[in-house]
């Protein structure tokens, strides 16, 4: 039941820091002005990988403050009730597995927005 509620509360975290609504509203318009040519293919780009820069920062600060929080767990665990030591391995597996769908997940995004900006350059 933890594990299930911390995976879900990871996703969510994860879903708000790729989705952040501010963002993909200024991309909306930034890809309505260039498609309208009132910006540049460069300042679309840009605009693009200043979002990604973003995730990958926020997704690198979210990964280390779970890492410390695990680690911290541990040492508490192992410290008061050492039978729990192995009920964190499968939570790790959990997490390194959620992290890598959500990393293929951004990076399918990554991709789509590149094709996208490319058929823009193109057209």
Do not use: W, Y
Not at 14 to 29: A, G, Q, R, S, T
Not at 36 to 41: D, P, Q, S, Y
Not at 89 to 107: G, R, Y
Request: hydrophobic content about 35%.
């Amino acid at each position: 039941m933890i594990t299930s509620q911390r995976s879900e509360d990871f996703e969510q975290v994860i879903e708000k820091i790729v989705f952040n609504e501010e963002e993909l509203e200024e991309l909306k318009i930034a890809i309505r002005n260039f498609t309208e040519g009132n910006i540049k293919a460069k300042q679309l780009k840009q605009k693009l990988l200043k979002s990604r820069g973003r995730m990958v920062k926020d997704i690198s600060h979210f990964l280390s403050f779970c890492i410390d929080r695990i680690k911290n767990e541990n040492i508490t665990s192992e410290d008061n009730q050492p039978a729990k030591k192995n009920q964190f391995k499968e939570p790790d597996i959990q997490l390194q597995q959620d992290l890598f769908e959500k990393n293929e997940l951004l990076n399918i995004v990554a991709n789509k927005v590149n094709n996208l900006v490319e058929n823009l350059k193109k057209n």
